[in-house]
Nanobody, 125 residues
Framework: QVQLVESGGGSVRAGGSLRLSCAAS????????MAWFRQLPGQEREGVAG???????KYSESVKGRFTISKDVANDTLLLQMNSLKPEDTAMYYC???????????????????WGQGIQVTVSS
């Protein structure tokens, strides 16, 4: 059974940095897609960064140049380095995994059957 557990969230001032981690168990890193999504209350969950097993990455326009997604295959961990944080980055962040997707699906919520429980990120001005 695939389990994803996020960590590393918290509160930071605008301009600061945070690094999110997603520890995966029961998930085999052969051919995969993994991504970070975020969601505000009452809003749709949006994809912010995704990575495929061939190391292809994709970012939403709102975080491009500030966020970096990477994987630590040895430790079965997905990472999201978030720099130059803005108040509008405040949200619940979720890790997601799939055993295969196309590049066009990488940031689509419906492409992912496995989800973490979410972790809060709060950026104050």
């Amino acid at each position: 059974q695939v389990q994803l557990v996020e960590s590393g969230g918290g509160s930071v001032r605008a301009g600061g940095s945070l690094r999110l981690s997603c520890a995966a168990s029961g998930y085999t890193y052969t051919k995969y897609c993994m991504a970070w999504f975020r969601q505000l209350p009452g809003q749709e969950r949006e994809g912010v960064a995704g990575i495929m097993s061939d190391t292809y990455t994709k970012y939403s326009e709102s975080v491009k140049g500030r966020f970096t997604i990477s994987k630590d295959v040895a430790n079965d961990t997905l990472l999201l380095q978030m720099n130059s944080l803005k108040p509008e980055d405040t949200a619940m962040y979720y890790c997601a995994a799939s055993y295969g997707c196309s590049t066009s699906d990488l940031l689509r919520r419906n492409a992912y059957p496995y989800w973490g429980q979410g972790i809060q990120v709060t950026v104050s001005s």
